[in-house]
């Protein structure tokens, strides 16, 4: 019976993981822990697994506890969507990693991945996160993580170097963006192919075709015209400009380039207006509405066992069933992108089955690309080493080498506001 925990378990997405899990066959017997510090919040996911499970007749079964050392003896995957120190995008200490790089002209759409919202993010997150590793090494060592947390490519990269656990790190930019332009061009999703790799949230999609025909021609053609290019406009400029469509939407992407967000007639102009905490709230409680099943008075409905886009459940099927399964996942560099850096964190085609997850080779990327994908690189190397070394410098300077933030901020103030933010209590788990 395969035995799968879910840590950060108490949030609308990880009660869509559990579902998944639940529509494919071979894991329909599964035993689901479900973990998470918010008793409130995992009482009410494990009763909505628990809607499912009963009223579809299921053989598996779902367990809940605060503790993951109750669950994780035995797991053969585990799988991490946690936010540490507060909520995820709202509330403290997230809104003043928000709001303190405001004060200083830095304007971030989503501060979850690089620039300044992004490395105190990674600062608050990768000691509990390598601890949930540290813990698998004691109880599960054989397990398989597979990691959304965000700061994606910094905490597979310290995972890398600070424990022994398989992991990698999943994310549903790749396909959304695929399907994005199947759609733009009438082409059927599930008869177009394509390579995309570069690094999480910045991946290019390298090729795109449609039974052998190569789609790019009908992108350009549409480009200036389609409504999901009018409405994204910083990914069709990055498109007219360096030649490939790049991955996540343009509100990500304003914030990892020095083109969009430095006035505020660029940010006007492409549609990338500031971050506003009260629309953002109401968007995540549509959003937990949605994902959960529950109603407006709180109570869950039966989902229906229909699966997600998101990789997690198909990888555990794979790995389970000794079947392969054919994805984009972020690992370390050990050659598949020849022209980025080695040991770097990377997101490319991989393949998951009963040995593991293994990346396959790319080569090199459009040297443009490659140059683009470097200056957030750099800023993750640096975060990475800051946490290792416990080297504050090396923090202050990921938050001077992201580009955006050393498009609008001198030295001087930026050291200013990089001490006002070290002020921030890291929270905990």
């Known amino acids: 019976m395969p035995n799968i925990v879910i840590v950060g378990a108490g949030s609308g997405f990880d009660s869509r993981l559990s579902i998944d899990i639940l529509s494919r066959e071979s894991l329909k017997d599964a035993t689901i822990g479900l973990c998470d510090i918010e008793e409130g919040r995992l009482d009410q ?25 109750e669950l994780l003896p035995g797991a053969d995957c585990v799988v991490t969507a946690v936010s540490i120190g507060g909520l995820a995008y709202r509330g403290e200490p997230y809104w003043s990693e928000v709001e303190i790089p405001r004060k200083y002209g830095i304007e971030q759409t989503v501060a979850d991945t690089i620039g300044v919202g992004g490395v105190f993010r ?4 990768a000691d509990e996160h390598l601890q949930f590793a540290r813990d698998m090494e004691r109880l599960c060592p054989d397990a398989l993580m597979l990691n959304y947390t965000n700061p ?37 999703y599930e008869e177009v192919s394509y390579t995309v790799a570069g690094i999480n949230h910045q991946s290019w999609v390298l090729s795109l075709r449609h039974r052998g025909q190569d789609l790019y021609p009908k992108l350009w053609d549409v480009l200036e015209t389609h409504e999901s290019f009018v409405e994204d406009q910083v990914r069709a400029e990055m498109m007219r400009q360096f030649g490939y469509f790049v991955t996540e939407s343009t509100r990500h992407n304003a914030e990892y380039l020095p083109y969009f967000r430095c006035t505020p007639e660029l ?3 492409y549609g990338v207006p500031p971050r506003d905490e009260v629309s953002m709230e109401n968007v995540r409680k549509r959003s937990r509405m949605k994902d959960t099943g529950l109603d407006d008075e709180g109570e869950a409905e039966v989902p229906p066992l229909r699966a997600s886009h998101e990789y997690a459940s198909l990888i555990i099927e794979a790995r389970l069933a000794h079947d392969a399964f054919a994805f984009n996942g972020n690992v370390i560099n050990h050659g598949s992108i020849t022209n980025l850096p080695q040991n770097c964190c990377v997101e490319v085609p991989c ?10 080779f790319v080569g090199d990327l459009p040297t443009q690309c490659a ?10 190397e640096l975060a990475v080493e800051a946490v290792l070394r416990r080297d504050k410098e090396a923090a202050f300077h990921a938050c001077a080498l992201d580009p955006l933030t050393a498009a609008v901020v001198p030295l001087p103030q930026l050291r200013e506001m990089f001490e006002e933010s070290c002020g921030l209590p890291k929270g905990r788990c």
């Not at 009963?54 to 506890?65: E, I, K, N, T, W």
């Not at 990269?157 to 009438?186: M, P, R, Y």
């Not at 470097?374 to 993750?380: G, L, P, R």
């Open 45 to 69: 996911v494990r009763s909505y697994v628990q809607s499912a499970i009963d009223g579809h007749g299921l053989p598996g079964r779902v367990v809940a506890s605060t503790n993951r050392e």
């Open 122 to 125: 990674f600062l608050r997150t």
């Open 152 to 188: 994606m490519c910094m905490l597979t990269w310290f995972h890398s170097v600070g424990s022994s656990i398989e992991n990698v790190g999943l994310c549903h930019s790749v396909q959304g963006t695929t399907k994005k332009l199947a759609n733009a061009v009438d082409a059927p």
């Open 267 to 269: 940010c006007e102009q």
């Open 351 to 360: 393949v998951a089955d009963a040995a593991g997850v293994r990346p396959t």
């Open 371 to 380: 140059a683009l994908n470097k200056t957030n690189i750099n800023v993750q």
